[in-house]
Structure formats: structure tokens, C-alpha cells
């Protein structure tokens, strides 16, 4: 197979696909990126910080001991209540022993609050490329359909570029709320994990104060 051979075949699958599928792509990707976007928030509103119920369980470790500060966290969802559990459930082991659930707890609860915003991340770092390829299939289309047909004139390459443009236009429309949903939702789950170290730190101060100490759990 020559090498003309292989433009011209080229060239006529790219003619065929035009840039419309590039658009419906990139609405599918949209769509896609919304979904995950309202999956996240409903999950961070599940998981909001319950100040209270925090405070209450230190100063039941303070007091009374691991046993009653689990219990003062009984239903809490969120990153901080999670790790604080860890090295209450584990507070008979030793303070260092605690300290490397707390490790453990932070990085499992990390990849669940992060779940889908890589996707975001890379939706919105090429969407913009996926935009851009439509817009070449759609000149070389615009200027194909110029060679072919003299009599239209500028006028049609000039409409035929202005169309192909729009996938591009598409592709930044889809990428802006992609990165800006990622940089907001990865900055609440960077302060979401800070909150739950400084939080877990301050268990295994209790525990350090308080060493031999073994929570009554099942």
C-alpha cells in the first residue's frame, strides 16, 4: 500500500466522521462530569464535620476513658470521626500502635473522598484537545468541500470553519466547571485530611497521658 494511498484513505475517514461526533462526545462527557460532580457533593454533605459530637468524645477520653469516647462517636461519618475511631479501637495497644492506624485509617479514607475527581481532573485538563481535534476534522472538511466545489465560494469554507470552531468553544465549556469543581473538592479533602491528622494527634496526646488504657468494645 503506497504512501497516497494511505492519505487519501486517510483523508476520507476523517471527511466521513466530520467534527459533529466530537460534540456529542464531549456532551456525553459533560453530562458524565455533572453526575460525578452531584455524587460528590451529596457525599461531602453526608460526611460534614460533626463539631460536637468530636468535642464531646475527647472530653469523655479525658474523663472516662476510650470506651466512652467510642461511644460519644457513635454515628459520626465523617474523615476526622473515622480516624478518631481507629485509635480509640485500638488505644489498648499502645499510643505507637495507634498511630499507625491512624496512618492507615487516613489514607483509606482519602481514596473514598477522592473517588471521581480524577476523572474531573483529566476531563478538564483535555477537554479542551478533544475540542480542538473536532475543529481540525471540521476545517479540513470545510476546505475539502472548497476544493470540490468552486462555484460556493468563501462563503461556504468560511461557514464550514465557523461551525467546525464551535467544538472547540464546546470543549472549553466543558473543561471550566470540570477544573473548577476538582480544585474546590480536592481543597475540601485536603482540609478535611488536615482536620482529621490534627484531630488523630490529639487522640493519641490523650492516650500518651493516659497509657494502659483499653476501651470495653466488641
Request: hydrophobic share 55%; glycine share 10%.
Amino acid at each position: 500500500m503506497t504512501g497516497s494511498t494511505i492519505d487519501a484513505q486517510l483523508l476520507d475517514l476523517m471527511l466521513r466522521a466530520g467534527s459533529r461526533w466530537v460534540l456529542w462526545l464531549l456532551l456525553g462527557l459533560s453530562l458524565a462530569a455533572i453526575a460525578v460532580m452531584l455524587e460528590r457533593l451529596w457525599f461531602f454533605l453526608g460526611e460534614r464535620r460533626p463539631e460536637g459530637q468530636l468535642e464531646e468524645a475527647l472530653e469523655a477520653m479525658r474523663h472516662k476513658g476510650a470506651a466512652a469516647a467510642l461511644g460519644a462517636l457513635e454515628g459520626a461519618a465523617s474523615m476526622d470521626a473515622a480516624v478518631a475511631r481507629a485509635c480509640l479501637h485500638h488505644a489498648g495497644d499502645g499510643a505507637d500502635a495507634a498511630a499507625e492506624h491512624l496512618v492507615a485509617t487516613l489514607e483509606t479514607e482519602r481514596l473514598r473522598f477522592e473517588r471521581g475527581l480524577a476523572f474531573l481532573g483529566t476531563l478538564g485538563s483535555n477537554a479542551p484537545f478533544v475540542g480542538l481535534f473536532g475543529t481540525v476534522l471540521g476545517i479540513i472538511r470545510a476546505f475539502h468541500d472548497l476544493a470540490t466545489s468552486q462555484a460556493q465560494g468563501t462563503q461556504a469554507v468560511m461557514a464550514g470553519i465557523a461551525e467546525a470552531l464551535v467544538a472547540t468553544g464546546v470543549g472549553l465549556l466543558v473543561a471550566l466547571p470540570a477544573v473548577a469543581a476538582y480544585n474546590a473538592l480536592t481543597r475540601h479533602v485536603e482540609s478535611s485530611a488536615s482536620s482529621a491528622t490534627a484531630l488523630g494527634h490529639r487522640v493519641l496526646g490523650l492516650l500518651k497521658a493516659a497509657p494502659g488504657e483499653r476501651p470495653a468494645v466488641s
